[in-house]
């Protein structure tokens, strides 16, 4: 795996690891805010990316984020969208009574 340029990056929400001049972290494309976002934060604008490694054999599907992320990759960019609008995009819950909900 090599580091390409953000121009390159796919825009269908799938996670990838970006490059900013300050850090590498994993990230996603998000249409509804059109940037790049990590743990529901927005992130620098980043210059490179790459795809994500696979998990290491022996932990694919085992642990709960092999499953999650199983789950993930055999999704549509459409069905990922509605999962991830169905959760607050400040505290990751589920409850519309939250005031994080009020706030959108």
């Known amino acids: 795996m090599e580091w390409q340029p953000i121009e390159t990056a796919p825009k269908d929400g799938t996670p ?3 490059a900013t001049a300050f850090w590498v972290r994993d990230a996603y494309w998000s249409h509804a805010f059109e ?3 990590s743990n529901h934060s927005a992130v620098p604008p980043p210059t ?3 795809p994500l490694p696979p998990p290491p054999a ?3 599907n085992t642990t709960q984020m ?3 992320v199983a789950a993930l ?5 459409e069905q990922r969208t509605q999962i ?3 959760f607050c995009r400040v505290c990751c819950g589920d409850n519309p009574n939250c005031q994080c ?3 959108e």
């Open 48 to 50: 490179h990316w790459m």
């Open 58 to 60: 022996d932990m694919e």
């Open 84 to 86: 991830f609008n169905h």
């Open 66 to 68: 092999g499953v999650i």
């Open 101 to 103: 909900w009020n706030d």
């Open 35 to 37: 940037g790049w976002y």
């Open 73 to 77: 990759k055999s999704m549509t960019a």
């Open 16 to 18: 990838v690891l970006v």
